[in-house]
């Protein structure tokens, strides 16, 4: 019976590997992988769960630290974290519906805002009513996480009714559209 020799195997597969390869490859193919591997940690790879959202309350915004879930007549309501002008629901319409006689705009302006009952963030567009005066009440003016105006999606303000039969500006509304990732 013939004994396993490592090292007469170990021989043949490199003598076979430098017979089929020059140092000038190894050493090119050497510095390529060496100059890559820095990359490798840059590459798109989902980390949705690597780092959870800090929501403490010492990582609030001011306007998430006050807000409330009971009264949307209030500009401290959940919701209008990222509002500008008069609430819907001081002026005979809803948080998320426009009053009578107003039509609401088809654009409008996004936030993302943190419920306090359930600690869980919420992307709200916020949509302007158009077609009548202002109503002039509960005015209020949230910047939470506002954007320059070079980015207008996230910039409350710009008069947002684009697209309706009037560009006349009369209340705001703050539709919850769903949970943020």
Same mark, same amino acid.
């Given at each position: 019976?013939?004994?396993?020799?490592?090292?007469?195997?170990?021989?043949?597969?490199?003598?076979?590997?430098?017979?089929?390869?020059?140092?000038?490859?190894?050493?090119?193919?050497?510095?390529?992988?060496?100059?890559?591997?820095?990359?490798?940690?840059?590459?798109?790879?989902?980390?949705?769960?690597?780092?959870?959202?800090?929501?403490?309350?010492?990582?609030?915004?001011?306007?998430?630290?006050?807000?409330?879930?009971? #009264?949307? @007549?209030?500009?401290?309501?959940?919701? *209008?974290?990222?509002?500008?002008?008069?609430?819907?629901?001081? &002026?005979? !319409? /809803?948080?998320?519906?426009?009053?009578?006689?107003?039509?609401?705009?088809?654009?409008?302006?996004?936030?993302?805002?943190?419920?306090p009952?359930?600690?869980?963030?919420?992307?709200?567009?916020?949509?302007?009513?158009?077609?009548?005066?202002?109503?002039?009440?509960?005015?209020? #003016?949230? @910047?939470d996480?506002?954007?320059?105006? *070079?980015?207008?999606?996230?910039?409350n303000?710009?008069?947002? &009714?684009? !697209? /309706?039969?009037?560009?006349?500006?009369?209340?705001?509304?703050?539709?919850?559209?769903?949970?943020?990732?």
């Amino acid at each position: 019976m013939s004994k396993f020799n490592m090292d007469a195997l170990g021989e043949k597969l490199l003598r076979k590997f430098a017979g089929s390869t020059s140092r000038r490859s190894f050493i090119t193919k050497l510095g390529a992988t060496i100059v890559a591997a820095p990359v490798f940690p840059l590459l798109p790879v989902s980390r949705a769960n690597a780092a959870k959202p800090d929501r403490t309350p010492e990582a609030k915004t001011a306007f998430a630290r006050n807000a409330q879930t009971k #009264d949307d @007549t209030k500009c401290t309501y959940w919701r *209008y974290c990222a509002i500008d002008g008069s609430l819907c629901s001081c &002026c005979g !319409g /809803t948080a998320a519906s426009c009053p009578a006689g107003t039509e609401p705009s088809p654009v409008s302006w996004v936030g993302t805002c943190i419920n306090p009952d359930d600690g869980n963030a919420y992307l709200i567009a916020y949509r302007d009513c158009c077609g009548k005066s202002g109503c002039g009440q509960c005015g209020c #003016d949230n @910047t939470d996480r506002e954007t320059q105006l *070079y980015m207008p999606q996230l910039n409350n303000n710009v008069i947002w &009714c684009f !697209g /309706t039969s009037s560009m006349e500006y009369h209340c705001s509304t703050a539709v919850l559209v769903g949970k943020a990732q």
